[in-house]
């Protein structure tokens, strides 16, 4: 990071994983060139109607006020455009050469950030389906039931060989070629926070796309899956979460308040195995 950069909010013992308090637009600038290996973000979706309290019916909470959750309203395509050009041209910026960004997204937002990647010379190698088994259903039951989301893999830009573990998912998968689509169960875990995304997600995301001692980036926390699965697989970690609830929640997630990270075999993975 740069001199003048805010002091972390939290960091671990050994230094190798950081929280910043605050937010991404602001403080990514701050971070040096060329300095991470690899980017994990989860960006608010910008899908939910203001103060719409929903029941939960599978298992994660009982009711999702949205009103707690203002990071996830509904905005106009201009300011989404906005807000993803203001990150995105910062992490091409951080990115090493040949290195990858994942990013997640519902159907209301990852048209937004895929146009963004794409003008700012990003090169996408894949669209990864999150397929949730048990994903709740469709609450007004006025359209289908979406159980899926997209992740976008892309990296830095056009040149150079991709940073990409392709033998050891390969091997993760049974001996042969990992396809895109991951299906998997999502498990309850101890903490409230509407977003977070299940650790295998994580884990396959983070294997493909770094090395141990690499320094990883998630500009939208959350409850910190990514830095808890990063640090698990021995990887350093840089995050950064605007809402200071969630904070808490992170360092006492990487404290082991909520367990520890166990890393899982293939056979115990859900992630699904390619046929071809
Ligand atoms: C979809 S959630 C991320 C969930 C995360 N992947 C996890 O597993 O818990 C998006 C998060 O980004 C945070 N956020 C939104 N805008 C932000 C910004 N400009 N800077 C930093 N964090 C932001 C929200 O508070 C929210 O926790």
């Known amino acids: 990071m740069g001199k003048n950069s ?3 909010y ?12 605050g937010d991404s637009l602001v403080l990514l600038k701050d971070f040096s060139n060329a300095s991470i290996d690899m980017v994990f973000a989860d960006p608010p979706y910008f899908g939910n109607q203001s103060g719409l309290v929903m029941k939960r019916v599978d298992g994660h909470a009982d009711t999702f006020d949205t ?4 990071w996830a309203y509904s905005k106009s395509l201009n300011y989404q455009f906005e807000f993803h050009y203001t990150w995105l041209k910062e992490i091409k910026r951080l990115l090493k050469p040949g290195c990858t960004i994942w990013v997640t997204g519902t159907y209301h937002s990852i048209g937004v950030a895929n146009v963004v990647l794409q003008d700012l010379g990003f090169k996408i190698l894949n669209d990864v389906i999150l397929h949730k088994r048990n994903a709740p259903p469709n609450f007004l039951g006025s359209c289908f039931r979406a159980v899926t989301e997209t992740m976008l893999w892309a ?8 940073k990409f573990n392709y033998k050891l998912m390969k091997e993760l998968n049974g001996g042969v070629q990992m396809k895109n689509l991951w299906e998997y169960w999502a498990k309850k875990n101890g903490f409230r926070h509407p977003a977070t995304k299940q650790p295998i997600i994580l884990e396959y995301s983070i294997l493909a796309g770094s090395n141990e001692n690499d320094l990883i980036l998630d500009p939208f926390a959350g409850s910190g899956t990514t830095g808890f699965v990063a640090r698990g697989l021995g990887r350093k970690c840089i ?3 605007k809402e200071l609830n969630y904070c808490q929640i992170i360092q006492e997630r990487i404290e082991g308040k909520y367990g520890e990270f166990k890393r899982k075999t293939r056979i115990e993975s859900d992630v ?3 046929t071809a």
């Open 272 to 274: 699904s195995k390619t």
């Open 239 to 241: 995050m950064i979460e």
């Open 6 to 8: 805010a002091d972390p």
């Open 10 to 21: 939290y960091c671990d013992v050994k230094e190798n994983l950081k929280l910043f308090y």
């Open 155 to 162: 990296k830095k830009d056009y040149y150079g060989k991709t």
């Open 67 to 70: 009103q707690k959750a203002q």
